[in-house]
C-alpha cells in the first residue's frame, strides 16, 4: 500500500510559535488508486505525525472502501485470534484494527446491513458486533448506511 502513496509536509497552523512557523512537520498522505487522504500536524516530530497520517489512512480506507466476501467465509487465519471464542476482540488501537474493521464491514454489506446475520457468519453474538461497532462512531455509520440502503431501522450509539 506504501508503494501506492504520496506523502506531502507543510507547515501546520496553529499555536506554537518560532519553532511551527519554521519547520514543515505536518503530513499529509494520499492513496493514489483511490484519492483518500489524512493528514497529522499535531506533534511537532514529523516522524510522529508520519505514523498518525498512516494510521488515519488505514482506518479511513476501512471505513470507505468494500471488500466482495468468499462464500462460504470464513475469518482469514492471520485474523482468527480477534473472532476466537465467539467474541470479536480488537482493541481501536491495535495496529490491525483497520484490517478487522474492513472485514466486519465488508461482511455487514454483504448480508445487507442485517447486523445479526453478519454476527452470526463472523461467530459472534449480535450484542458482541454491535458494541464492536459503537466503539468507532465512523464504524457505526458505516454500518447504519447500509442498514439504510436495505431499509432498516439505525443502530444506536455514537454513529
Known amino acids: ?12 497552523s496553529g499555536p506554537g510559535g518560532q519553532k511551527r512557523n519554521k519547520t514543515s512537520s505536518s503530513v499529509r498522505i494520499v492513496h ?4 483518500l487522504a489524512a493528514t497529522a500536524g499535531e506533534f511537532r516530530s514529523q ?7 498512516l494510521l488515519r489512512l488505514r482506518h479511513r480506507m ?3 472502501l468494500r471488500e466482495p466476501i468468499p462464500d462460504p467465509f470464513a475469518p482469514p487465519d492471520s485474523l482468527a485470534t480477534f473472532f476466537a ?4 476482540c480488537c482493541s481501536i488501537r491495535d495496529v490491525a484494527y483497520p484490517t478487522v474493521l474492513g472485514l ?3 461482511v455487514i454489506e454483504a448480508q445487507h446491513g442485517a447486523v445479526s446475520d453478519s454476527a452470526r457468519q463472523l461467530g459472534l453474538s449480535t450484542a458482541n458486533l454491535v458494541g464492536f461497532l459503537q466503539r468507532d462512531g465512523e464504524a457505526l455509520a458505516a454500518a447504519n448506511r447500509f442498514r439504510k ?11
Not at 516522524?47 to 497520517?53: F, G, L, P, T, Y
Open 47 to 53: 516522524q510522529r505525525n508520519k505514523s498518525n497520517a
Open 104 to 106: 466486519v464491514l465488508d
Open 149 to 159: 440502503q436495505a431499509g432498516l431501522r439505525a443502530l444506536g450509539g455514537k454513529g
Open 1 to 12: 500500500m506504501l508503494s501506492q502513496c504520496r506523502w506531502e509536509t507543510f507547515r501546520g
Open 85 to 88: 471464542g465467539g467474541k470479536l
Open 32 to 35: 493514489l488508486p483511490t484519492g
Open 62 to 64: 476501512a471505513i470507505e
